[in-house]
């Protein structure tokens, strides 16, 4: 009966000892988190709105720093479209103890990899612009998803050419027959925005009442190099016909324009995706129709602020509300070069 009461006793006292270790550890964690270590691996640093993306997620990662007086220091790497590559890197960061990973999938099918690492390690992931599938977002409390949502892209998209059409029939069909003759740009088969922009931009044309018909389109992956190259084969194998062109990117846009400028074609309308710094100055210089802009100041604020919230076990910023509790749709806007200033 002494010895049950002993090790009641020595079980009891180990329990309380642990207890109070754990909280003191803890309190120490959280007394010294004076600094944060984030861990970017892009899917390609090559690709111009990723790029765009970056630069500004830099700027409010100082900004930040300085509000929050937490240092903040970013690795980021470029995965170059190998998921293997982007697999390792998340290893890396994990073994330099980043407190967080933003990570912008190469194969969005494909993130258990990178979820299982995480998981193991308790370090919370921000996935962004390229959407893991729902099943691989629900394995963890700790995963988020920062994007623009594909369906209102592309509806925003043809809502600007069904107002320009409203406004201006003969700017639209250009050759007056009463149809709009069109080409389709379309990214990455396996993206998520591909296949819901293509769809859903014509079909608010067609809603809106524009009479159109799709000439031909294909697959240039976002980009403006194989844009180009498609363009350039459709304006010969299809001389004085195309009116439009709807791009499921900016990039691809500029890479019709390209085409256009090569083969002295002129008074095609060109609608983009993306709002980038060279689509934008397309669009100054009335090369491009308009776009369709994500905020980026809002895009690239709520993964910086959703990653340190998460980073530092804080109540989330009320400023990014969540769906679901991990997804945060940054807002968009039509941008457009108006038909007026250049008739
Ligand atoms: C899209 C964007 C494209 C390309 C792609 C990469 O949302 O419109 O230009 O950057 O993401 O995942």
Avoid at 259 to 264: I, K, N, T
Avoid at 300 to 328: C, F, H, M, N, W
Wanted: proline letters at 2%; a negative charge.
């Amino acid at each position: 009966m002494r010895d049950w009461k002993k090790l009641w006793l020595t079980l009891l006292l180990l329990v309380c000892t642990g207890m109070v270790m754990t909280s003191c550890q803890s309190g120490r964690k959280e007394e010294e988190k004076t600094s944060l270590r984030i861990g970017i691996s892009l899917y390609r640093g090559d690709d111009t709105f990723i790029t765009n993306l970056c630069n500004i997620l830099e700027e409010k990662a100082k900004e930040y720093e300085r509000e929050k007086g937490i240092k903040v220091t970013l690795d980021i790497q470029d995965a170059k479209g190998s998921q293997n590559t982007q697999n390792n890197q998340v290893e890396r960061f994990i073994s330099l103890n980043c407190d967080v990973l933003c990570i912008n999938l190469v194969d969005r099918m494909d993130a258990s990899v990178i979820i299982d690492r995480a998981m193991t390690a308790g370090v919370p992931v921000v996935f962004f612009n390229r959407q893991p599938v729902e099943e691989d977002m629900n394995r963890w409390d700790q995963l988020y998803y920062v994007g623009v949502d594909a369906k209102e892209t592309a509806v925003l998209q043809g809502e600007m050419v069904v107002d320009l059409y409203r406004e201006h029939p003969e700017a639209i069909d250009r050759n007056g027959d009463g149809v709009v003759s069109y080409v389709m740009l379309e990214g990455e088969t396996s993206h998520q925005d591909s296949l819901i922009r293509t769809e859903w931009s014509v079909q608010t044309l067609k809603d809106g009442g524009v009479p159109v018909e799709k000439i031909t389109g294909g697959i240039a992956n976002w980009e403006r190099s194989q844009g180009s190259a498609l363009m350039e084969q459709w304006l010969s194998e299809y001389p004085d016909t195309i009116e439009l062109v709807i791009s499921n990117n900016d990039d691809m846009a500029l890479g019709a324009i390209d085409a256009l400028e090569r083969a002295q074609v002129s008074g095609v309308n060109i609608v983009g995706i993306d709002g980038t710094t060279q689509g934008l100055e397309a669009l100054a210089n009335g090369n491009l129709l308009g776009t369709v802009s994500a905020n980026k100041e809002n895009y690239a604020g709520a993964i910086v602020s959703l990653a340190a919230g998460s980073a530092l076990r804080q109540a989330l910023p009320a400023e990014y509300p969540l769906t679901d509790g991990k997804y945060y749709w940054t807002s968009q806007e039509i941008l457009i070069n108006k038909i007026e200033e250049n008739q």
